[in-house]
């Protein structure tokens, strides 16, 4: 379906996941130049990891005229483009059959970047039945790993995401030294969405079940962190609150994926995104990290 200029304005009606994937990755790929542009005019560095970190300033008494110009500059051109972020979300929502106070995602740092992937991979509420059918070989290889019970769903959910986040927490951590986003906010998320994902494999589960999947998976992997000497105590126990709050909403979104009729087939496509998206993000990250400014303090 051909989308018209008037379709950017209005929340009514649906979107494609490949319309929503595609138009989403224009429309950022031009919102990010044109923050570049505007940060080189006003005498500062713009990069793309500066959409979740922003070298804010102490208070807005301390402006100068300049950084209010920048900052009124940087919010006036974002403005449209939240606007249609909105509209083509709420549309790809429901599209997708999927609640549409999930719009929400839309302002979370990090974690929208990742709601976006997940809404761009998900098929339309029409094509369920037809994903049904034509995963079915696939799906029933899976389905003998992942055990038809609630006990054996869980554990294999649990032990799957608890692996790969040690994993992917030891290199970023250890190998890269890097302490970002990826490791306090990607893989809590990780570790609630894609547990849940695996334990409603075969049916839906209660949410209450769910979330507590989410929980356990946080707490074995600080359990094992701690154990293998990767962290300590201080450390673990400062990042154990953000990390507790992010896997519930991981394990929200499993809990609302695992809702839909064509989920069998949807849960390997997004858990399959994550795996690859995790690990890529981290080193991403650390590529890209600018060095730290340093300030000269004298007393």
């Not at 054996?152 to 986040?165: D, R």
């Not at 302490?179 to 894609?194: A, M, R, S, T």
Request: positive net charge; hydrophobic residues 60%; proline residues 5%.
């Amino acid at each position: 379906m051909a989308l018209k200029p008037s379709d950017f304005w209005t929340w009514r009606g649906r979107i494609g996941r490949a319309a929503y994937a595609g138009i989403g990755i224009l429309l950022f790929a031009i919102k990010h130049n044109l923050d570049r542009v505007i940060a080189l005019a006003f005498g500062y560095k713009w990069g793309i990891f500066n959409y979740w970190i922003f070298n804010k300033p102490a208070g807005i008494d301390t402006l100068s005229a300049q950084q209010a110009k920048y900052y009124a500059t940087l919010v006036a051109v974002a403005i449209p483009f939240i606007w249609i972020g909105i509209v083509l979300t709420l549309r790809r929502l429901r599209d997708a059959n999927l609640p549409l106070w999930m719009v929400a995602f839309f302002f979370l740092p990090f974690l929208n970047l990742v709601f976006f992937l997940i809404l761009a991979v998900i098929p339309s509420a029409s094509t369920s039945a037809a994903m049904r059918t034509t995963s079915r070989g696939f799906y029933q290889s899976v389905s003998r790993v992942i055990p038809n019970s609630e006990l054996g769903s869980a554990a294999v959910g649990i032990f799957a995401t608890v692996v790969l986040a040690v994993a992917v927490t030891t290199l970023g951590a250890r190998g890269l030294g890097n302490y970002g986003w990826g490791l306090f906010v990607g893989i809590p998320f990780f570790l609630g969405l894609n547990s849940v994902l695996i334990y409603g494999f075969h049916r839906p589960r209660a949410l209450v079940n769910c979330l507590l999947v989410a929980l356990l998976s946080v707490a074995l992997v600080g359990a094992a962190l701690l154990a293998i000497a990767i962290e300590g105590v201080i450390c673990l126990a400062m990042a154990f609150p953000l990390a507790l709050v992010v896997a519930l909403f991981g394990g929200f979104i499993g809990y609302i994926l695992q809702q839909r009729q064509s989920f069998p087939a949807e849960s390997l496509r997004v858990f399959s995104l994550i795996f690859v998206l995790l690990p890529g993000l981290v080193f991403l990250e650390s590529a890209v990290a600018e060095e730290p400014p340093l300030y000269e303090v004298r007393t």
